[in-house]
Nanobody, 114 residues
């Protein structure tokens, strides 16, 4: 059973930075597509970033500000978030997928406010 546990969320001022971590267990995730979604109050969950091997993709709204990376030896995926804006406020979810199976973390709250 694959388990994903996020950490690193919190309250930050506009322009600040946070790094989210997603610790995984239960399987060798080096073969999985990994990513981060977010969901703001009253809005649909949206894809923020994905990483496949070393290839990354980002939503237009976070390009140039967010960076996704993975450490397969530690079975951990990271999301470095810089130049944060109030509109980045949301619950951020770690996601893993392989062979049509999807796995989700419990989410971590990120609040950008002065």
């Amino acid at each position: 059973q694959v388990q994903l546990v996020e950490s690193g969320g919190g309250l930050v001022q506009p322009g600040g930075s946070l790094r989210l971590s997603c610790a995984t267990s239960g399987s060798d995730l080096s073969m999985y597509v990994m990513g981060w979604y977010r969901q703001a109050p009253g809005k649909q969950r949206e894809l923020v970033a994905t990483i496949i091997n070393r290839n990354t993709n980002y939503a237009d709204s976070v390009k140039g500000r967010f960076s996704i990376s993975r450490d397969n030896a530690k079975n951990t995926v990271y999301l470095q978030m810089n130049s944060l804006k109030p509109e980045d406020t949301a619950v951020y979810y770690c996601w893993a997928t392989l062979k049509m199976f999807n796995y989700w973390g419990q989410g971590t709250q990120v609040t950008v406010s002065s």
